[in-house]
T-cell receptor
Framework: DSGVTQTPKHLITATGQRVTLRCSPR?????VYWYQQSLDQGLQFLIQ???????AKGNILERFSAQQFPDLHSELNLSSLELGDSALYFC?????????????FGPGTRLTVL | AQSVTQLGSHVSVSEGALVLLRCNYS??????LFWYVQYPNQGLQLLLK??????LVKGINGFEAEFKKSETSFHLTKPSAHMSDAAEYFC??????????????FGTGTRLTIIP
């Protein structure tokens, strides 16, 4: 158990819909990362937050957005969903957000878009 | 920008044999290197990491990796494979010297199968 929690574990929805994925980081960790894992793209970095502020953006679509709240939990919002958005979405957290700091991964949310 | 290449998307070894999973990286600045393991339907678990100092890094479950700057490699090894090692293994690189550049860039993964 990494200490990072993600809800829900599974999500099945239809094209065009909007969903919210939630992540609670390990106690004391200030930095949260979101990654997408799919068969065709592999593991891709989406976005990073540090202590409530956006710190880095990766291959995140404009239809996707995220935020980190004062209690440090984070939400990833996916809207106007397409079939290609079906993937495993991971949240990771680290203490300092520096490059050498270990990122601890949650169990993931499996999104299926029908 | 940094990148990672994992040679061999599938590797099969016999139980008790040497495990060698290959990883080469590309980075314009000194890298931080990581190996993660993913068991079916689970998240990623850190096996080991190299940041600075000793180039031979020991991790959990008997795995180790050696950072070779001249070869830009960070291969993962285990002397004797166990059935429980069957999983997918990911090599990742971070640079982290610049604010906002701490993300992990992953390789495409190597699926390790252990033959009884």
């Amino acid at each position: 158990d990494s200490g990072v929690t993600q809800t829900p574990k599974h999500l099945i929805t239809a094209t065009g819909q909007r969903v919210t994925l939630r992540c609670s980081p390990r106690s004391g960790d200030l930095s949260v990362y979101w990654y997408q894992q799919s068969l065709d793209q592999g593991l891709q970095f989406l976005i990073q937050y540090y202590n409530g502020e956006e710190r880095a953006k990766g291959n995140i679509l404009e239809r996707f957005s995220a935020q980190q709240f004062p209690d440090l939990h984070s939400e990833l919002n996916l809207s106007s969903l397409e079939l290609g958005d079906s993937a495993l979405y991971f949240c990771a957290s680290s203490g300092s957000g520096t490059g050498w700091d270990t990122q601890y991964f949650g169990p993931g949310t499996r999104l299926t878009v029908l | 920008a940094q990148s990672v290449t994992q040679l061999g998307s599938h590797v099969s070894v016999s139980e008790g044999a040497l495990v060698l999973l290959r990883c080469n990286y590309s980075s314009s600045v000194p890298p931080y290197l990581f190996w993660y393991v993913q068991y079916p339907n689970q998240g990623l678990q850190l096996l080991l990491k190299y940041t600075t100092g000793a180039t031979l890094v020991k991790g959990i479950n008997g795995f180790e990796a050696e950072f070779k700057k001249s070869e830009t490699s960070f291969h993962l090894t285990k002397p004797s494979a166990h059935m429980s090692d069957a999983a997918e293994y990911f090599c990742a690189v971070s640079v982290g010297t610049n604010f906002g550049n701490e993300k992990l860039t992953f390789g495409t993964g190597t699926r390790l199968t252990i033959i009884p």
